[in-house]
């Protein structure tokens, strides 16, 4: 785990560092990815789930930002338990470490979009498990294009090869 966030801090110290000392915080709080009647009501609300595998055998894990209740942080905890199931049950060390994360907008108005929330909850993933998404699959996204053809140049290269705006579900690899 720690050469991940090395590899994550792009070769600077204080990067590194700081990621270091957020997944610290992150596995020694014992809330975290704790399975409890909450966490359970939350997902079977399905507003993220396990999809199977993909056709290079990654988890595929669907989350849908329309049905999340934003008005408590319980989510975050019932996307980590299901993050966790994933990578303790679905993967295999150096064959399958990583997975497919697909987010399903359900077209949503970009008014709508709750753009902030899901790039914290994509932060949060990212400190707890680190380079863990192969793909960012963004479904459903019509009036996207234009925002994304911005924020797009605003990314490491890296980043912005991870993320696809599919045109249908045949789509998803």
């Known amino acids: ?25 992150f596995l020694s709080n014992p809330q975290m990815a704790r399975y409890t009647y909450q966490t359970e009501e939350d997902l079977q609300k399905g507003f993220a789930y396990t999809f ?3 056709r290079n055998f990654r988890p595929v894990v669907y989350i849908r930002p329309d049905l999340i209740d934003f008005s408590n942080d319980n989510y ?17 060390p150096y064959y399958c470490e990583k997975l497919h994360l697909v987010i399903d907008l359900n ?5 709508e979009i709750p753009i902030t929330k899901i ?13 863990n998404a192969e793909k960012i699959f ?3 996204a019509s009036g996207l294009g234009t ?7 605003l990314m ?3 980043a912005r090869k991870r993320v696809v705006f599919p045109e249908k579900m045949s789509d998803l690899d």
Do not use: P
């Not at 994550?8 to 000392?21: D, H, M, P, W």
């Not at 790039?119 to 380079?131: A, H, M, S, T, W």
């Not at 925002?147 to 140049?153: A, D, M, N």
């Open 138 to 140: 963004v479904l459903n």
């Open 147 to 153: 925002i994304w053809f911005f924020v797009k140049r």
């Open 76 to 92: 975050y905890n019932s996307i980590y338990v299901l993050f966790y199931v994933c990578q303790r049950y679905r993967m295999v």
């Open 119 to 131: 790039y914290d909850i994509l932060q949060k993933i990212n400190v707890g498990y680190c380079e």
């Open 107 to 111: 077209h949503m108005w970009v008014s």
């Open 52 to 54: 199977g595998y993909s």
């Open 156 to 158: 490491r290269e890296e």
């Open 1 to 25: 785990m720690i050469l991940k966030h090395i590899y994550a801090g792009k070769n600077s110290f204080e990067k590194t560092v700081e990621r270091l000392v957020d997944a610290y915080a």
